[in-house]
């Protein structure tokens, strides 16, 4: 459900941000470009999840209190 969370918040980023083109003598065109800029946003986006390391929650609060709220 993780995964069809982000693939469906990438498609929608797509056609918001993104721009869909629509080819009027081949509509099937819009519907690949689209696919195909939408998987490109998705595999950006675990990438860079997959990147970055993860806290332990002792961190993250030491985090949040140290740095962020004051």
Not at 36 to 48: D, E, M, P, Y
């Amino acid at each position: 459900a993780e995964y069809a969370n982000i693939l469906m918040m990438n498609v929608l980023s797509t056609v918001l941000f993104l721009g869909t083109t629509f080819y009027h003598l081949q509509p099937e065109l819009s519907t690949i470009s689209l696919i195909f800029k939408a998987s490109a946003l998705t595999t950006l986006f675990l990438w860079i999840r997959a990147s970055y390391p993860r806290f332990r929650y002792d961190q993250l609060m030491h985090l949040v209190w140290k740095n962020f709220l004051p």
